[in-house]
């Protein structure tokens, strides 16, 4: 398989994320062979591919959880430091497939946790409650619960995470995940789980982020939602980009419906009552979607823990 070109790659002024011949090996294993990708500023890109296509290994490999075998990643034009923490302070933030909040803790706690890499006051600051201290937190706070207002979660600040909806659980890992203030927004399956209604709020969402500068790089199964939302798409097949392109261009790609999509996607939507999933890319992810349509409590809801 040879591997795509970038198409309409963002000019360097405004790239904010450039990954260059990007390629992970577990041992006999390639996960992600020379991937080449860019996002630019105000751009939402979709990352879509069958299962077990390196697509959660690519993400781990833009954000400092793997260290990839060959090839560079910059944000901004820089290159992105090898751990997490600093990638996230950097401006790259994410949210996982499996959602990781902190289950014992408040929404409100939660996402004041994504603000620790914006807040420089140290410990003996925080331990003596210095006055510096007092008004970075309560900055914090402020900033907190516009997100919340932002996703919608406001009137939950003080449930635990552990006690939401799985719905809300996805809202408040993309509220935390703001709270670090990024530039680059990588939401990993973001709808996995969702019902029909909390998918298109999920969409909204996504559109309003955008809006807000910041640009989204998305993991996703629900074809609906990325051809809907996405300026660009790019199908990795066995850890190798594919096609790159707009959604008329990867919808209409043989190779991709061969590999992938199946059947063309129906652009009809779906009643608000249905369960079944927005689309069937495989039979594979077909199964695992339909197991996630569940709004709340399957299969993820015990999935929140604390040690994100
Ligand atoms: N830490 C690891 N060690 C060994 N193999 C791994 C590791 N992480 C991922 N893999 C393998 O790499 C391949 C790509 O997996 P990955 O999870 O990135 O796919 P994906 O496209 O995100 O799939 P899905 O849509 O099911 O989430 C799979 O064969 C997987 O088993």
Redesign the pocket.
Known sequence: MTTAPSLAPATDNDTVLRADGVTMR??G?T??RGVDLTVGAGEIVGLI??????????FNCLTGLYVPTEGTVSYRGTRLSRKPHLVTQAGVARTF?NIRLFANMTVLENTLVGRHTRTKEGLWSALLRSPGFKKAERTSEERAMELLEFTGLAHKRDHLARNLPYGEQRKLEIARALASEPGLLLLD?PTAGMNPQETRATQDLVLAIRAQGIAVLV?E?DMRFIFNMCDRVAV?VQ?QKLVEGTADVVQADERVIAAYLGTPVDDTPTPDNATAPAAAPDAA?AS?AADETAPTGRPHQGQTGDTP
């Not at 591919?49 to 690519?58: I, R």
Request: glycine share 22%; aromatic share 8%; hydrophobic share 40%.
């Open positions: 577990f041992g294993l996960a992600v591919g069958p299962n077990g296509a390196g697509k959660t290994t690519f497939q399956e993991i199964h990795l850890g992810a695992d």
